[in-house]
């Protein structure tokens, strides 16, 4: 009975985890129960769910590093939209503070170690894949409908970073 419980245990172990740039990845999470969920599962409590962050790093493994470290600013931002999109007004700016950090690199200091968008499309079709996921986005959304947001200055947008941005800066 020992032998089999070391057994299970060797089997469950970080031996056989997978790792990117010495990140261990989370293991990746059973669809079905991942998608019952608006939060689905984050089993190393990060705040990104397992199967955006296994996506994040595993997209962006070959890139810079700023590119994960935005990312994954951006996955915890949407996973705070979706938690509560009817707080829309409230964790607006938390939201908009990956896209701010990205515009600091690119605009504010031209940095070419970001050589693409990395809050595109794709980002938002793996964060917003199921249907009830949409549905809190379009609700938050809406609820921002009709106000008025500034482009905040370099100097805020470099703020709106939640890493450590001078490692990135010339």
């Not at 769910?49 to 949407?78: C, F, L, S």
């Not at 939201?95 to 990205?102: G, H, K, N, T």
Request: charged share 30%.
């Amino acid at each position: 009975m020992k032998r089999l419980g070391l057994v299970l245990l060797l089997l469950t172990s970080n031996t056989f985890s997978e790792t990117i740039n010495g990140h261990i990845l989370p293991p990746e999470p059973d669809p079905k129960i991942n998608n019952s969920t608006l939060l689905g599962i984050d089993s190393n409590n990060n705040g990104v769910r397992d199967d955006v962050e296994r996506w994040i790093y595993k997209t962006y493994k070959d890139k810079h590093p700023i590119h994960i470290d935005i990312a994954m600013q951006g996955a915890r931002a949407k996973q705070k939209m979706l938690k509560d999109p009817s707080k829309a007004k409230e964790i607006h700016n938390q939201v908009v503070a990956p896209l701010d950090c990205e515009s600091y690199f690119r605009v504010c200091i031209e940095q070419p170690i970001i050589n693409n968008r990395i809050n595109d499309k794709y980002f938002r079709k793996i964060i917003f894949n199921t249907s009830a996921r949409m549905e809190a986005y379009i609700q938050y959304d809406s609820l921002l409908s009709g106000d008025s947001y500034t482009i905040p200055r370099c100097k805020a947008r470099k703020e709106a970073c939640d890493f450590n941005v001078s490692e990135y800066e010339e």
